[in-house]
Protein backbone atom coordinates (compact mmCIF):
# COMPACT_ATOMS: atom_id res chain seq x y z
CA UNK A 1 0.00 0.00 0.00
CA UNK A 2 2.53 2.39 0.72
CA UNK A 3 3.44 2.71 -2.89
CA UNK A 4 -0.03 3.87 -3.61
CA UNK A 5 -0.16 6.39 -0.36
CA UNK A 6 3.11 8.26 -1.25
CA UNK A 7 1.46 8.48 -4.94
CA UNK A 8 -1.59 9.71 -3.36
CA UNK A 9 0.71 12.37 -1.59
CA UNK A 10 2.43 13.75 -4.09
CA UNK A 11 -0.65 13.68 -6.20
CA UNK A 12 -2.55 15.97 -3.56
CA UNK A 13 0.06 18.60 -4.15
CA UNK A 14 -0.70 18.40 -7.69
CA UNK A 15 -4.48 19.22 -7.09
CA UNK A 16 -3.69 22.33 -5.21
CA UNK A 17 -3.03 23.46 -8.06
CA UNK A 18 -5.68 21.50 -10.11
CA UNK A 19 -8.49 23.44 -7.66
CA UNK A 20 -7.37 26.61 -8.49
CA UNK A 21 -8.52 26.19 -11.83
CA UNK A 22 -11.33 24.04 -10.93
CA UNK A 23 -11.30 20.80 -11.74
CA UNK A 24 -11.21 19.12 -8.45
CA UNK A 25 -14.42 20.74 -7.96
CA UNK A 26 -15.89 20.13 -11.16
CA UNK A 27 -15.11 15.98 -10.11
CA UNK A 28 -16.59 16.56 -6.94
CA UNK A 29 -19.33 18.30 -8.13
CA UNK A 30 -20.44 14.99 -10.71
CA UNK A 31 -19.91 13.05 -7.86
CA UNK A 32 -22.51 14.63 -5.33
CA UNK A 33 -25.38 15.15 -8.46
CA UNK A 34 -24.92 11.55 -9.45
CA UNK A 35 -24.95 10.43 -5.58
CA UNK A 36 -28.24 12.76 -5.25
CA UNK A 37 -29.55 11.70 -8.04
CA UNK A 38 -29.67 7.45 -7.63
CA UNK A 39 -30.01 8.22 -3.52
CA UNK A 40 -32.10 11.52 -2.68
CA UNK A 41 -30.94 14.49 -1.36
CA UNK A 42 -30.97 13.32 1.98
CA UNK A 43 -27.03 13.48 3.08
CA UNK A 44 -28.18 11.30 6.49
CA UNK A 45 -30.16 8.57 4.60
CA UNK A 46 -27.56 8.17 1.34
CA UNK A 47 -24.13 7.44 2.16
CA UNK A 48 -22.90 7.94 -0.79
CA UNK A 49 -23.88 11.43 -0.85
CA UNK A 50 -22.81 11.67 2.75
CA UNK A 51 -19.15 10.69 1.38
CA UNK A 52 -19.47 13.05 -1.30
CA UNK A 53 -20.37 16.12 0.62
CA UNK A 54 -17.10 15.29 3.15
CA UNK A 55 -14.78 14.98 0.59
CA UNK A 56 -15.99 18.49 -1.31
CA UNK A 57 -15.88 19.88 2.39
CA UNK A 58 -12.51 18.53 3.18
CA UNK A 59 -11.13 20.37 -0.52
CA UNK A 60 -13.10 23.75 0.81
CA UNK A 61 -16.05 24.38 -1.29
CA UNK A 62 -18.55 26.36 -0.84
CA UNK A 63 -21.72 24.80 0.64
CA UNK A 64 -23.64 26.97 -2.01
CA UNK A 65 -22.03 25.05 -4.61
CA UNK A 66 -22.60 21.92 -2.87
CA UNK A 67 -26.12 22.68 -2.25
CA UNK A 68 -26.32 23.37 -6.21
CA UNK A 69 -25.22 20.19 -7.15
CA UNK A 70 -27.61 18.34 -4.97
CA UNK A 71 -30.77 20.50 -6.26
CA UNK A 72 -29.66 19.15 -9.47
CA UNK A 73 -29.38 15.52 -8.40
CA UNK A 74 -32.67 15.46 -7.20
CA UNK A 75 -34.44 17.24 -10.52
CA UNK A 76 -34.69 20.87 -8.49
CA UNK A 77 -32.41 22.32 -10.64
CA UNK A 78 -31.97 21.65 -14.28
CA UNK A 79 -28.91 20.14 -15.45
CA UNK A 80 -26.88 17.71 -16.95
CA UNK A 81 -27.01 14.45 -16.80
CA UNK A 82 -24.42 11.88 -16.17
CA UNK A 83 -23.85 8.31 -16.73
CA UNK A 84 -21.11 5.94 -14.95
CA UNK A 85 -18.10 4.32 -17.11
CA UNK A 86 -15.31 2.06 -16.16
CA UNK A 87 -12.59 1.48 -18.26
CA UNK A 88 -10.26 -0.96 -17.56
CA UNK A 89 -6.68 -1.76 -19.17
CA UNK A 90 -2.75 -2.50 -18.70
CA UNK A 91 0.07 -0.18 -18.81
CA UNK A 92 3.75 -0.58 -19.47
CA UNK A 93 5.01 -3.27 -17.31
CA UNK A 94 2.01 -5.42 -17.09
CA UNK A 95 -0.03 -2.99 -14.37
CA UNK A 96 -3.18 -2.98 -14.01
CA UNK A 97 -5.25 0.08 -14.27
CA UNK A 98 -8.91 0.80 -13.99
CA UNK A 99 -10.82 3.87 -14.74
CA UNK A 100 -13.76 5.38 -13.34
CA UNK A 101 -15.45 8.21 -14.84
CA UNK A 102 -18.77 10.38 -14.86
CA UNK A 103 -19.38 11.21 -18.56
CA UNK A 104 -22.27 13.11 -20.37
CA UNK A 105 -20.93 11.54 -23.35
CA UNK A 106 -19.37 7.59 -23.00
CA UNK A 107 -18.33 7.97 -26.56
CA UNK A 108 -16.05 11.13 -26.36
CA UNK A 109 -14.72 9.73 -22.66
CA UNK A 110 -13.94 6.26 -24.29
CA UNK A 111 -11.99 8.05 -27.13
CA UNK A 112 -10.34 9.88 -24.98
CA UNK A 113 -9.26 6.98 -22.86
CA UNK A 114 -7.97 4.98 -25.04
CA UNK A 115 -5.77 7.46 -26.56
CA UNK A 116 -4.55 8.41 -23.43
CA UNK A 117 -3.96 4.90 -22.50
CA UNK A 118 -2.20 4.18 -26.32
CA UNK A 119 0.03 7.45 -25.81
CA UNK A 120 1.63 6.25 -22.62
CA UNK A 121 2.56 2.77 -23.65
CA UNK A 122 -0.61 1.11 -22.41
CA UNK A 123 -3.34 -0.49 -24.06
CA UNK A 124 -7.57 -1.14 -22.84
CA UNK A 125 -8.71 -4.29 -22.16
CA UNK A 126 -12.21 -5.95 -22.14
CA UNK A 127 -14.73 -5.59 -19.38
CA UNK A 128 -13.73 -7.58 -16.13
CA UNK A 129 -9.93 -8.10 -17.46
CA UNK A 130 -8.65 -5.77 -14.49
CA UNK A 131 -11.32 -5.73 -11.90
CA UNK A 132 -11.10 -9.02 -9.96
CA UNK A 133 -7.68 -8.06 -9.40
CA UNK A 134 -8.99 -5.19 -6.81
CA UNK A 135 -11.37 -4.61 -3.86
CA UNK A 136 -12.66 -1.86 -1.94
CA UNK A 137 -11.68 -0.15 1.30
CA UNK A 138 -11.40 2.17 3.07
CA UNK A 139 -7.74 4.11 3.46
CA UNK A 140 -6.78 6.86 5.95
CA UNK A 141 -3.45 8.36 5.70
CA UNK A 142 -1.84 10.43 8.39
CA UNK A 143 1.15 12.29 8.59
CA UNK A 144 3.27 11.40 11.86
CA UNK A 145 4.66 15.19 12.95
CA UNK A 146 0.75 15.13 13.60
CA UNK A 147 -0.64 12.49 15.82
CA UNK A 148 1.48 10.31 18.14
CA UNK A 149 1.74 6.62 17.26
CA UNK A 150 0.28 5.11 20.20
CA UNK A 151 -2.83 7.67 20.09
CA UNK A 152 -3.48 6.76 16.19
CA UNK A 153 -3.66 3.08 16.93
CA UNK A 154 -5.97 3.56 19.83
CA UNK A 155 -8.48 5.36 17.99
CA UNK A 156 -7.80 3.31 14.61
CA UNK A 157 -8.48 -0.07 16.51
CA UNK A 158 -11.37 1.53 18.57
CA UNK A 159 -13.12 2.59 15.22
CA UNK A 160 -13.42 -0.53 13.05
CA UNK A 161 -9.52 -0.64 11.59
CA UNK A 162 -8.19 -3.92 9.74
CA UNK A 163 -4.61 -2.56 9.26
CA UNK A 164 -2.39 -0.25 10.36
CA UNK A 165 0.99 0.63 8.91
CA UNK A 166 3.59 3.24 9.99
CA UNK A 167 5.00 3.99 6.75
CA UNK A 168 8.32 6.55 6.32
CA UNK A 169 6.31 9.81 7.22
CA UNK A 170 3.03 8.54 7.67
CA UNK A 171 0.67 6.06 9.27
CA UNK A 172 -2.13 4.09 6.84
CA UNK A 173 -4.65 2.32 8.44
CA UNK A 174 -6.72 0.72 6.10
CA UNK A 175 -10.35 -0.77 7.14
CA UNK A 176 -13.73 -2.42 5.29
CA UNK A 177 -16.02 0.01 2.95
CA UNK A 178 -19.12 -0.35 5.74
CA UNK A 179 -16.43 1.18 8.97
CA UNK A 180 -14.94 3.89 6.93
CA UNK A 181 -16.97 6.85 8.04
CA UNK A 182 -16.76 5.55 11.70
CA UNK A 183 -13.37 5.64 11.36
CA UNK A 184 -13.08 8.95 9.14
CA UNK A 185 -15.13 10.66 11.64
CA UNK A 186 -13.70 9.01 14.68
CA UNK A 187 -9.90 10.31 13.92
CA UNK A 188 -11.72 13.91 13.13
CA UNK A 189 -13.36 13.74 16.43
CA UNK A 190 -9.91 13.45 18.33
CA UNK A 191 -8.51 16.57 16.68
CA UNK A 192 -6.17 14.48 14.27
CA UNK A 193 -5.95 16.09 10.60
CA UNK A 194 -6.00 13.67 8.04
CA UNK A 195 -4.07 13.95 4.42
CA UNK A 196 -6.51 10.99 2.76
CA UNK A 197 -9.62 9.72 3.67
CA UNK A 198 -11.45 7.69 1.14
CA UNK A 199 -13.10 4.56 -0.16
CA UNK A 200 -11.20 3.25 -3.36
CA UNK A 201 -10.03 0.18 -4.57
CA UNK A 202 -6.82 -1.42 -3.69
CA UNK A 203 -4.89 -4.29 -5.50
CA UNK A 204 -4.54 -6.99 -3.95
CA UNK A 205 -1.59 -8.02 -5.42
CA UNK A 206 1.26 -5.75 -6.65
CA UNK A 207 3.74 -4.80 -9.64
CA UNK A 208 7.34 -3.49 -8.94
CA UNK A 209 8.34 -0.95 -10.73
CA UNK A 210 12.13 0.18 -11.75
CA UNK A 211 12.45 3.85 -11.67
CA UNK A 212 12.01 3.98 -15.69
CA UNK A 213 8.86 1.91 -15.82
CA UNK A 214 7.82 3.75 -12.64
CA UNK A 215 7.91 7.37 -14.45
CA UNK A 216 6.21 6.02 -17.30
CA UNK A 217 3.42 4.57 -15.47
CA UNK A 218 2.89 7.55 -13.40
CA UNK A 219 2.63 9.87 -16.40
CA UNK A 220 -0.01 7.70 -17.77
CA UNK A 221 -2.44 7.66 -14.16
CA UNK A 222 -1.69 11.53 -14.12
CA UNK A 223 -2.99 11.86 -17.89
CA UNK A 224 -5.92 9.69 -16.72
CA UNK A 225 -6.77 12.02 -13.44
CA UNK A 226 -5.76 14.91 -15.57
CA UNK A 227 -9.27 13.72 -17.49
CA UNK A 228 -12.45 16.01 -15.89
CA UNK A 229 -15.01 12.77 -16.95
CA UNK A 230 -12.19 10.59 -15.02
CA UNK A 231 -13.47 10.21 -10.69
CA UNK A 232 -10.57 7.79 -9.87
CA UNK A 233 -7.81 5.87 -11.21
CA UNK A 234 -6.86 2.58 -9.43
CA UNK A 235 -3.69 0.57 -10.56
CA UNK A 236 -1.62 -2.19 -9.05
CA UNK A 237 1.86 -0.73 -9.59
CA UNK A 238 4.45 -0.89 -6.10
CA UNK A 239 7.23 1.83 -6.68
CA UNK A 240 9.81 1.83 -3.81
CA UNK A 241 9.83 5.06 -1.44
CA UNK A 242 13.17 5.98 -2.71
CA UNK A 243 12.22 5.98 -6.22
CA UNK A 244 9.07 8.00 -5.67
CA UNK A 245 11.41 10.71 -3.89
CA UNK A 246 13.75 10.91 -7.17
CA UNK A 247 10.91 11.03 -10.08
CA UNK A 248 8.42 13.51 -7.32
CA UNK A 249 9.61 16.35 -9.02
CA UNK A 250 9.08 15.01 -12.71
CA UNK A 251 5.61 14.48 -12.35
Known amino acids: ?3 HSKWSTIKRKKEKVDAERGKIFTKLIKEIVVAAREGGGDADTNPRLRTAIQAARDANMPAANMDKAIRRGTGELPGVTYESATFEGYALGGVAVLVESLTDNRNRTTAEVRHTFTKHGGHL ?11 SK ?34 EIVCRPEAFEELRDGI ?29 VLKLIAA ?28
Open 1 to 3: MSG
Open 125 to 135: GEPGSVAYMFE
Open 224 to 251: LEDNEDVQRVSSNFDIADEILREIENQM
Open 138 to 171: GLVVIDQAVAEEDKVYEIALEHGAEDIRSEDDHF
Open 188 to 216: KAAGIEYQIAEVSLHPKTTVELDSDKAVK
